[in-house]
């Protein structure tokens, strides 16, 4: 034990000695360089080194093209030929597939199974089954006259300036009028304050000529009415018709809001127009 003692004390003390390693000018002996080692850095150095190398390598290998290079591993070049190949064999498997198909229909039609009048009856019979899918489809002409009958519905017909019909207004928010009409400041319409998110309803029966946002006024909804009459509504909170739709006296059109530069808080800015003129909404419309 003593013995084995004592190796192991000498085997540990080789690998921790300290040894210098020097390097002279050969001319001068002057000592340009010196550093101080022991067996057991220069195993730990070079193992680190050893292990660094070989993930460098390992990465240069997996990630670049020097791979190619190896044997064992294909080119880019080679990859792009076997993929173009791959399409061009399942394009030559579907074309054999229709050949195959064909000479299967044709074989008996040349080996005397099927008589040339049984050949012209499933002719006929098969361009009538064509024709009559085909009859199926619209024409060109029946979709434009679709589309016209479509678009001429659309936008309500019926609410034209030459019918005779009494038009009735409703109010489309009930509250306090904080602004009422006032032509000398150009305020052609009043504001009606209510919380956000309260319904507005439409004022009379109509068509949705604009719906959309401005920066002004925000959220802003236009209806056309009978005998030539516009609503406006504005700083909506949101809107839920779009142009085109016909929408019912009292259908809720949008919900009180605050948007636009010109809005000062939650309310409906309300302008109605009659042939091109701002008329006052208080003369038509009890608010209260």
């Known amino acids: 034990m003593a013995k084995n003692d004592q190796k192991k004390g000498k085997f540990k003390q080789k690998l921790t000695d300290k040894y210098r390693l020097v390097v002279l000018n050969e001319d001068t002996f002057e000592e340009r360089f010196s550093l101080k080692l022991s067996r057991l850095n220069v195993f730990v150095l070079g193992g680190v080194f050893s292990i660094l190398l070989v993930a460098i390598t390992t990465v240069i ?27 061009e064999a399942d394009s030559l498997k579907q074309k054999l597939a229709i050949l195959e198909n064909y000479t299967k229909a044709l074989r008996p039609v040349l080996t005397g199974e099927i008589t040339s009048e049984e050949v012209d009856s499933l002719q006929i019979e098969a361009r009538q089954s064509v024709l ?25 017909i019926l609410n034209n300036s030459k019918s005779n019909v009494k038009i009735v207004f409703f109010a489309p928010l009930t509250g306090n009028i904080s602004q009422d009409f006032d032509v000398n400041s150009k305020h052609f319409a009043i504001d009606i ?21 401005s920066a002004e006024t925000g959220y802003t909804i236009l209806l056309k009415h ?21 929408v019912k006296s009292g259908e809720v059109i949008a919900s009180v809001g605050s948007t636009g530069e010109l809005s000062t808080g939650p309310h409906l800015h309300f302008e109605l127009w009659k042939g091109g003129y701002a008329v006052n909404p208080t003369n038509f419309i009890d608010f209260k």
């Not at 956000?196 to 029966?205: C, F, L, Q, Y």
């Open 61 to 87: 290998i997996a990630f670049t093209p020097i791979k190619e290079y190896i044997p064992g591993y294909s080119s880019s070049k080679l990859k792009a030929a076997a993929i173009n190949l791959t399409f």
């Open 132 to 156: 009559e899918e085909s009859e199926l489809n619209p024409t060109k002409e029946d979709s434009l006259f679709r589309e016209k009958v479509d678009r001429e519905t659309r936008f309500a």
């Open 193 to 213: 304050v209510a919380k956000t998110g309260t319904p507005i309803k439409a004022a009379a029966d109509g068509t949705v000529i604009f719906s959309g946002w």
């Open 226 to 246: 009978n005998k030539d009459y516009i609503s406006v509504y504005k700083h909506n909170g949101n809107l839920l018709k779009q142009q085109g739709d016909f």
